[in-house]
């Protein structure tokens, strides 16, 4: 196959799929091997920016997806249903961190970092597609094990986890040890409003 029909077929198995589609995948379809539809793939990729297309290609791992440009968002919208849009909240931003960066990790785990209950966090970044089970740690209770996603390498701009800036393990000792100064100071303040409340209830009997 000749290169031009090569990314024409390569074109058209991504816009038809809409999502991302392995690279052996692709290279079944263009029947080459997959060095060089990775190759041909990241030409096509040059050729979108240099045209300055709407579309692009991104690289998700070991795939490739083809998608809109995030400048022309505003355009989109006037036509389609809007697309959904992460808030993510400090505390969600900070549970996402752990998982992304101790994966597959436990709630268990998690929850001894932040010295909080995860619960809800976890949860919420499982609906938003952000992360997702892995299955289950063979120890007892079979606790389930999380990690990060394919939507979450999509949504930071980044090809893998291996892409993500390198964090020691001196900063995050401190970031727990500032977590649990929070906490005891919350639960400090929680047993002085508590104490406030109990002394008025006396005045007023």
């Known amino acids: 196959m000749e290169l031009k029909q090569a990314e ?9 799929m809409g999502e991302s ?3 052996s995948k692709l290279a079944a379809a ?3 091997d997959e ?7 990241h030409n096509m990729m040059d050729k979108y920016e240099a045209e300055d297309r709407g579309i692009k290609i991104i690289e998700l791992e070991n795939a490739f997806q083809l998608c809109t440009k995030q ?3 505003e355009n989109l919208i006037k036509v389609a249903s809007q697309p959904r849009k992460y808030a993510l909240s400090d505390v969600l931003l900070e549970t996402l961190s752990i998982i992304a960066y101790k994966q597959p990790i436990t709630k268990m ?3 001894k970092i932040r010295g909080v209950s995860s619960d809800h966090a976890v949860n919420k970044l499982v609906e938003f597609g952000l992360a997702k089970e892995l299955g ?8 389930m094990l999380f990690g990060t996603t394919e939507e979450f390498l999509r949504v930071f701009g980044v090809q893998s986890i291996d892409e993500l800036p390198v964090i020691s393990e001196d900063l995050v000792e401190q970031f727990k040890d500032e977590v649990e100064m929070e906490v005891e100071a919350d639960e400090r303040q929680a047993q002085e409003q508590a ?4 002394e008025q209830i006396t005045l007023d009997i």
Not at 8 to 16: D, K, R, S, Y
Not at 136 to 143: E, F, I, Q, T
Not at 195 to 198: F, M, Y
């Open 21 to 23: 589609v392995e690279v």
């Open 30 to 32: 263009i029947d080459h």
């Open 109 to 111: 785990e998690i929850e």
């Open 8 to 16: 024409a077929a390569i074109e058209a198995v991504l816009f038809t």
């Open 136 to 143: 289950r740690l063979d120890a007892p209770g079979r606790p």
């Open 71 to 73: 400048e022309y968002y």
């Open 195 to 198: 104490a406030d409340e109990s």
């Open 35 to 41: 060095d060089t539809t990775r190759k041909i793939v």
